[in-house]
């Protein structure tokens, strides 16, 4: 018995060494399979395909693989980097290889106005070289035919229709349903305009917040206007007449949008996919492995070019950049908001950096916590103390704490639609007392101050902490209206005047002087240049982001490597039916949710709700 056991253990024993070396090997396989180069190979006449999936957004949110993942699941929700695109057009402008450049607008779902700028430009340039732009769509949608507008070709489907609606900001008001449930929202702020609070302590729009709100939006349909006639070469007025008459037209043609869109000039013709991809095809031939015309994808292209670049390797200077995208929130905060530590980090590593000789930050936020807006203006305020210009350059939003931020820059620039200002400060805390009223609980006790237990939430808030909030909260309008004036070198009471939470336009900001000039990223980097000195073609632009160890990277990259592996055998995970309509409704829950971001240290928040 003891033989045959000692036989049978060892027979088990070396499986077991088998099994765990064909582990081994298999795992061994997966990491040098991930960390292969697989640069693609481009031919050498082809189209440069741009395909935004999603938002355009400034800066990616969330895990790498939680988003290749998303990619292979099909996910509704998407994202694109702007600077992905912008950086391949520039590259393909020169590039004797990309003899013409698609834009297929159908996945892409929008983004703003200074967004799309940073492409517009790009695409303008492209064209400027000679080379052809084309544009197709089953529809164009508002922000869609943005950017179609600046197609040497635009080609619409023949069931499709070129939708153009304006802007609008429409807010949900939550009082009366909160006066059902009893809660009481004890608002301190400063600022006749700051009107974040008031979807809580309103049944409808103040008086101010309406006429801000209208101020803004009017100078946006004005920019959108005014691009879109100079595109197309309209007279103008022209877009506010097709808007204006849009419905009794669509009666009059029997619903044929796309007849309509071409008789009043916003299309070059009416085209199936099909009929584009010929003409595609007599511009830069077929490709060998399918019917279509030769092409190239945006994340391909940018493979091939970067690997180009690594190769010339030339150790120029650099003009950094920090992207602040998002919600301005303590602590350390991952990519699509902006962390009080983590950033503050980025701009002190650019700080150390003897290489780095200016610094660019793109601000695209509505503010957030007071203390993490702090943190990282006390960081810009010591890059600057070592001799390096600071630049901002705004996004689509740089309002609140996004102009806290940016005031201590040497120079602001920002797209005359960009929504900034909102020099205010706000904070809030809910009281349930009466909703357990409504249920029969009381409270009741004891403490040892008069303050004692006067921020519980289950109790009124007392009259001595009311008193301290908003004391506090004056105080941090007076810092904020303190630091502005020293960036902007004004007095205390010229910046109270144009600040009171009030949100302007880019083009109204420079005209008070809270912007130095209206243009995009790339005249900010310039400027950066310019102020470091730097000659044109003598520095490198680069973005600063959080490193990841080795051990991160290898496991990236493998993750990568198993999902880009699925992608290309077409597996695709099925994304949650839930989770898919989560995305389309519930808007209230989104709105609570991004409150419930907002756990500031001091609970000061600068922050404007002036989405759109």
Same mark, same amino acid.
Not at 89 to 110: M, S
Not at 294 to 304: A, F, M, S, T
Not at 423 to 447: M, S, Y
Not at 549 to 560: G, I, P
């Given at each position: 018995?003891?033989?045959?056991?000692?036989?049978?253990?060892?027979?088990?024993?070396?499986?077991?060494?088998?099994?765990?070396?064909? +582990?081994?090997? $298999?795992? *061994?396989?997966? /990491?040098? &399979?991930?960390? #292969?180069?697989?640069?693609?190979?481009?031919? =050498?006449?082809?189209?440069?395909?741009?395909?935004?999936?999603?938002?355009?957004?400034?800066?990616?949110?969330?895990?790498?693989?939680?988003?290749?993942?998303?990619?292979?699941?099909?996910?509704?929700?998407?994202?694109?980097?702007?600077?992905?695109?912008?950086?391949?057009?520039?590259?393909?402008?020169?590039?004797?290889?990309?003899?013409?450049?698609?834009?297929?607008?159908?996945?892409?779902?929008?983004?703003?106005?200074?967004?799309?700028?940073?492409?517009?430009?790009?695409?303008?340039?492209?064209?400027?070289?000679?080379?052809?732009?084309?544009?197709?769509?089953?529809?164009?949608?508002?922000?869609?035919?943005?950017?179609?507008?600046?197609?040497?070709?635009?080609? +619409?489907?023949? $069931?499709? *229709?070129?939708? /153009?609606? &304006?802007?609008? #900001?429409?807010?949900?008001?939550?009082?009366? =349903?909160?006066?059902?449930?009893?809660?009481?929202?004890?608002?301190?702020?400063?600022?006749?305009?700051?009107?974040?609070?008031?979807?809580?302590?309103?049944?409808?729009?103040?008086?101010?917040?309406?006429?801000?709100?209208?101020?803004?939006?009017?100078?946006?349909?004005?920019?959108?206007?005014?691009?879109?006639?100079?595109?197309?070469?309209?007279?103008?007025?022209?877009?506010?007449?097709?808007?204006?008459?849009?419905?009794?037209?669509?009666?009059?043609?029997?619903?044929?949008?796309?007849?309509?869109?071409?008789?009043?000039?916003?299309?070059?013709?009416?085209?199936?996919?099909?009929?584009?991809?010929?003409?595609?095809?007599?511009?830069?031939?077929?490709?060998?492995?399918?019917?279509?015309?030769?092409?190239?994808?945006? &994340?391909?292209?940018?493979?091939?070019?970067?690997?180009?670049?690594?190769?010339?390797?030339?150790?120029?200077?650099?003009?950094?950049?920090?992207?602040?995208?998002?919600?301005?929130?303590?602590?350390?905060?991952?990519?699509?908001?902006?962390?009080?530590?983590?950033?503050?980090?980025?701009?002190?590593?650019?700080?150390?950096?003897?290489?780095?000789?200016?610094?660019?930050?793109?601000?695209?936020?509505?503010?957030?916590?007071?203390?993490?807006?702090?943190?990282?203006?006390?960081?810009?305020?010591?890059?600057?103390?070592?001799?390096?210009?600071?630049?901002?350059?705004?996004?689509?939003?740089?309002?609140?704490?996004?102009?806290?931020?940016?005031?201590?820059?040497?120079?602001?620039?920002?797209?005359?639609?960009?929504?900034?200002?909102?020099?205010?400060?706000?904070?809030?805390?809910?009281?349930?007392?009466?909703?357990?009223?409504?249920?029969?609980?009381?409270?009741?006790?004891?403490?040892?101050?008069?303050?004692?237990?006067?921020?519980?939430?289950?109790?009124?808030?007392?009259?001595?902490?009311?008193?301290?909030?908003?004391?506090?909260?004056?105080?941090?309008?007076?810092?904020?209206?303190?630091?502005?004036?020293?960036?902007?070198?004004?007095?205390?009471?010229?910046?109270?005047?144009?600040?009171?939470?009030?949100?302007?336009?880019?083009?109204?900001?420079?005209?008070?002087?809270?912007?130095?000039?209206?243009?995009?990223?790339?005249?900010?980097?310039?400027?950066?240049?310019?102020?470091?000195?730097?000659?044109?073609?003598?520095?490198?632009?680069?973005?600063?982001?959080?490193?990841?160890?080795?051990?991160?990277?290898?496991?990236?990259?493998?993750?990568?490597?198993?999902?880009?592996?699925?992608?290309?055998?077409?597996?695709?995970?099925?994304?949650?039916?839930?989770?898919?309509?989560?995305?389309?409704?519930?808007?209230?829950?989104?709105?609570?949710?991004?409150?419930?971001?907002?756990?500031?240290?001091?609970?000061?928040?600068?922050?404007?709700?002036?989405?759109?």
């Amino acid at each position: 018995m003891r033989a045959f056991f000692g036989a049978l253990w060892r027979g088990l024993d070396g499986l077991r060494r088998f099994l765990h070396l064909v +582990l081994l090997l $298999l795992i *061994f396989g997966i /990491i040098v &399979g991930a960390l #292969r180069s697989t640069i693609p190979v481009l031919p =050498a006449k082809a189209a440069l395909v741009i395909r935004p999936e999603g938002q355009i957004v400034e800066q990616l949110t969330g895990d790498p693989f939680e988003r290749a993942l998303e990619k292979v699941q099909g996910s509704l929700r998407g994202e694109t980097l702007v600077w992905d695109l912008a950086d391949a057009i520039d590259a393909a402008r020169d590039d004797d290889r990309i003899q013409a450049l698609v834009l297929d607008l159908d996945r892409f779902t929008g983004a703003g106005q200074p967004t799309m700028q940073e492409l517009t430009r790009a695409i303008d340039e492209f064209r400027a070289s000679g080379k052809k732009v084309i544009a197709q769509g089953s529809v164009f949608l508002q922000a869609q035919y943005y950017l179609a507008a600046h197609a040497d070709e635009i080609y +619409l489907d023949p $069931l499709g *229709f070129v939708l /153009i609606d &304006g802007f609008d #900001r429409y807010v949900m008001y939550y009082k009366a =349903a909160l006066d059902k449930l009893g809660i009481d929202m004890n608002v301190f702020r400063v600022g006749a305009y700051k009107s974040a609070v008031e979807p809580f302590t309103r049944t409808d729009m103040s008086p101010q917040d309406r006429e801000e709100s209208l101020a803004y939006l009017g100078a946006m349909w004005q920019g959108y206007q005014g691009e879109i006639e100079r595109a197309r070469k309209l007279e103008a007025g022209a877009v506010a007449k097709y808007v204006e008459s849009l419905a009794p037209a669509m009666t009059t043609r029997k619903g044929d949008g796309a007849q309509l869109a071409l008789a009043a000039g916003l299309v070059t013709g009416i085209r199936t996919s099909l009929e584009v991809e010929r003409e595609l095809t007599d511009l830069v031939g077929q490709d060998e492995d399918s019917s279509s015309y030769r092409q190239v994808e945006v &994340g391909d292209y940018l493979r091939v070019v970067n690997a180009e670049a690594k190769l010339r390797g030339d150790g120029k200077p650099v003009v950094g950049v920090v992207v602040a995208a998002g919600e301005i929130l303590d602590g350390d905060q991952p990519a699509g908001t902006v962390g009080g530590e983590s950033t503050a980090r980025l701009i002190r590593e650019a700080r150390l950096d003897d290489d780095v000789k200016a610094l660019v930050l793109r601000i695209d936020s509505p503010g957030g916590s007071m203390f993490a807006a702090e943190q990282i203006h006390r960081e810009i305020e010591a890059l600057k103390a070592e001799g390096k210009p600071v630049v901002v350059s705004m996004g689509d939003l740089a309002a609140s704490g996004g102009y806290y931020i940016a005031s201590p820059a040497d120079e602001i620039w920002a797209r005359p639609t960009t929504i900034t200002g909102s020099i205010g400060i706000f904070a809030t805390i809910p009281t349930i007392n009466r909703t357990l009223d409504k249920v029969g609980i009381e409270v009741d006790g004891v403490g040892t101050t008069p303050l004692s237990g006067q921020l519980r939430l289950d109790r009124p808030l007392g009259k001595e902490a009311g008193e301290f909030l908003q004391a506090t909260v004056e105080h941090g309008y007076e810092t904020f209206l303190a630091r502005v004036a020293t960036g902007r070198g004004k007095t205390r009471d010229e910046v109270d005047a144009i600040a009171q939470g009030r949100v302007w336009a880019g083009i109204d900001a420079k005209r008070l002087g809270l912007v130095d000039h209206l243009g995009g990223f790339h005249d900010a980097v310039d400027a950066a240049a310019a102020l470091a000195k730097l000659k044109d073609g003598s520095y490198d632009i680069e973005f600063i982001e959080p490193s990841l160890s080795w051990a991160q990277e290898l496991a990236l990259q493998v993750r990568a490597g198993a999902v880009d592996g699925l992608a290309r055998l077409g597996v695709r995970l099925p994304a949650s039916p839930l989770a898919r309509l989560a995305q389309r409704l519930d808007p209230v829950a989104a709105e609570l949710e991004r409150w419930s971001r907002l756990e500031s240290a001091n609970h000061l928040y600068a922050y404007c709700f002036c989405s759109l």
